[in-house]
């Protein structure tokens, strides 16, 4: 009798502990949070001295870039395969410059049910 009680005292405490770490890794805030974060220190290091993009006219008048609300449906997991000879890519700026970038790998993931590259 002593054994079954044991068993469900220890199901009882792993449910719980359970419970505490899957709201703890798996909220949404989790995801949220940084990004609203992120956001953040992006429009003040466009407002500093040092960081911004901006002339001094430009940086004094800047107060923040406009976002898209956070959307859950957009967060995607990807799946990275290194490639085994990397190369340099030349992405075109908004300025018609180019800036070159390190081309290390290839993500794929699904949205909305459509596998992408």
Same mark, same amino acid.
């Given at each position: 009798?002593?054994?079954?009680?044991?068993?469900?005292?220890?199901?009882?405490?792993?449910l719980? @502990?359970? +419970?505490? &770490? %899957?709201?703890?890794?798996?909220?949404?805030?989790?995801?949220?949070?940084p *990004?609203?974060?992120?956001?953040?220190?992006?429009?003040l290091?466009?407002?500093s001295?040092?960081?911004?993009p901006?002339?001094?006219?430009?940086?004094?008048?800047?107060?923040?870039l406009?976002?898209?609300?956070?959307? @859950?449906? +957009?967060? &995607? %997991?990807a799946?990275?395969?290194?490639?085994?000879?990397q190369?340099?890519? *030349?992405?075109?700026?908004?300025?018609?410059?180019?800036?070159?970038?390190?081309?290390?790998?290839v993500?794929?993931f699904?949205?909305?049910?459509?596998?992408?590259?």
């Open positions: 009798m002593q054994r079954p009680l044991k068993l469900i005292i220890f199901a009882g405490v792993a719980v @502990l359970f +419970y505490f &770490v %899957q709201d703890a890794l798996f909220n949404d805030d989790n995801y949220i949070k *990004l609203l974060k992120e956001r953040e220190d992006k429009d290091s466009f407002r001295r040092t960081n911004s901006f002339d001094d006219a430009g940086r004094r008048a800047f107060k923040n406009v976002y898209y609300e956070p959307n @859950l449906a +957009y967060r &995607v %997991q799946k990275i395969e290194k490639l085994a000879q190369d340099t890519l *030349l992405m075109p700026l908004t300025n018609g410059s180019y800036e070159p970038y390190l081309r290390y790998g993500a794929s699904e949205l909305q049910n459509e596998s992408k590259s």
